[in-house]
T-cell receptor, first 114, second 112 residues
Framework: DTEVTQTPKHLVMGMTNKKSLKCEQHMGHRAMYWYKQKAKKPPELMFVYSYEKLSINESVPSRFSPECPNSSLLNLHLHALQPEDSALYLC?????????????FGPGTRLLVL | EDQVTQSPEALRLQEGESSSLNCSYTVSGLRGLFWYRQDPGKGPEFLFTLYSAGEEKEKERLKATLTKKESFLHITAPKPEDSATYLCAVQALEAAGNKLTFGGGTRVLVKP
């Protein structure tokens, strides 16, 4: 089973709201990723967690705050977002954080910031 | 800086009309290349990993090949359900961790 689940599927929030995106995998994968994808553009890496520790932060603004409470769960906390942050947010996982490990993506959360 | 360029940006095919998608890359050293398929509003679905020039992988109507400068995804006798955006991604030798560099994708529409 190569399933990564994400909730919610859709999210609408105002610029003063605080919300969280959730990602879960039960494949025993030890690396988890957050990507942002704008319409008709490729995914852009935001964060990488390796063995529940943040290993890569691609200079993402502090209004995005990742959290990895355990090896199966990855959250992305959102606060004071801007309309330009509206996008599809994708979570992915791979068996290990090692090079060339296949990344398996979830279905994404479609975020609209008003 | 690592660069991945996919062409064409969009491709319209009649059902059964075979074609090829191109992914050209510029990296200091290639560790490997991935192909993904993405349906609208969904996450990318893994298709293939290619590691070295000359390598080929097949899955149903899809065949991926790799040279030293580019990769091709051949779609043989496509069906409407093959309509999707196809993304290629490379990993450079010096890439941190498991970081991928994606191309812009090719949107494929197969008409019955």
């Amino acid at each position: 089973d190569t399933e990564v689940t994400q909730t919610p599927k859709h999210l609408v929030m105002g610029m003063t709201n605080k919300k969280s995106l959730k990602c879960e995998q039960h494949m025993g994968h030890r690396a988890m990723y957050w990507y942002k994808q704008k319409a008709k553009k490729p995914p852009e890496l935001m964060f990488v967690y390796s063995y529940e520790k943040l290993s890569i932060n691609e200079s993402v603004p502090s209004r995005f705050s990742p959290e990895c409470p355990n090896s199966s769960l990855l959250n992305l906390h959102l606060h004071a977002l801007q309309p330009e942050d509206s996008a599809l947010y994708l979570c992915a996982s791979s068996p290990e954080p090692a090079p060339m490990e296949t990344q398996y993506f979830g279905p994404g959360t479609r975020l609209l910031v008003l | 800086e690592d660069q991945v360029t996919q062409s064409p940006e969009a491709l319209r095919l009649q059902e059964g009309e075979s074609s090829s998608l191109n992914c050209s890359y510029t990296v200091s050293g290639l560790r490997g290349l991935f192909w993904y398929r993405q349906d609208p509003g969904k996450g990318p679905e893994f298709l293939f990993t290619l590691y070295s020039a000359g390598e080929e992988k097949e899955k149903e109507r899809l065949k991926a090949t790799l040279t030293k400068k580019e990769s091709f995804l051949h779609i043989t006798a496509p069906k409407p359900e093959d309509s999707a955006t196809y993304l290629c991604a490379v990993q450079a030798l010096e890439a941190a961790g498991n970081k991928l560099t994606f191309g812009g994708g090719t949107r494929v529409l197969v008409k019955p």
